[in-house]
């Protein structure tokens, strides 16, 4: 067997991780996702807007009429929001770092970077899970790494990462 599974691991022998947690989040949902970028891109246009407007009766009450102030304008903004979000995700997708809590364990290792990754499967949340076991292997001249971990119910957690370059902060 090339690559291990849970099914593999609990027949051959029946690391926590501080990253912020959302359980809606645990699983990809496109719905959930949709619903809190419009979430996210209503309260920005909302706060924009309300700067917008305070800068405009501040022109107006200081005449400075040599000032141009241009009209607020939703649509262009919104584009902006969303070029920004763009940006954002594709800045994200280069330099993912996880952070270890190696207190009582036998390693010396805080952090795990990953450079241009790609999240191949994520079985649940990854905060306050125990890294059991892990493989690496070289694939399409990327590392994959396999690792399996451990909740607080015993249960197994499988994640499985792609990335050019990984490397380990003591």
């Not at 593999?8 to 912020?20: C, D, F, M, T």
């Not at 920005?44 to 102030?69: M, N, S, W």
């Not at 919104?78 to 809590?101: C, H």
């Not at 499967?121 to 694939?139: G, P």
Request: charge should be negative; charged fraction near 30%; hydrophobic fraction near 35%.
């Amino acid at each position: 067997m090339h690559y291990f599974t849970k099914e593999w691991y609990e027949l051959e022998v029946s690391a926590h991780l501080e990253l912020e947690e959302d359980k809606q989040a645990e699983f990809m949902s496109e719905e959930y996702f949709q619903e809190l970028y419009k979430q996210k891109s209503e309260e920005f246009l909302k706060e924009l807007q309300i700067v917008h407007e305070e800068i405009a009766l501040k022109h107006q009450t200081l005449k400075e009429g040599h000032i141009k102030h241009e009209p607020f304008n939703r649509e262009k903004v919104a584009e902006n929001f969303y070029q920004s979000f763009l940006d954002n995700q594709n800045r994200l997708k280069k330099t993912l770092t996880i952070i270890f809590d190696n207190s009582g364990s036998f390693t010396t290792i805080t952090k795990m970077n990953l450079d241009n990754y790609e999240i191949i499967r994520q079985d649940s949340l990854l905060q306050n899970l125990l890294w059991v076991n892990d493989e690496i292997y070289k694939t399409n001249g990327k590392y994959e790494l396999h690792v399996m971990l451990r909740n607080v119910n015993n249960e197994l957690i499988e994640f499985i990462v792609s990335a050019e370059h990984i490397s380990f902060e003591h």
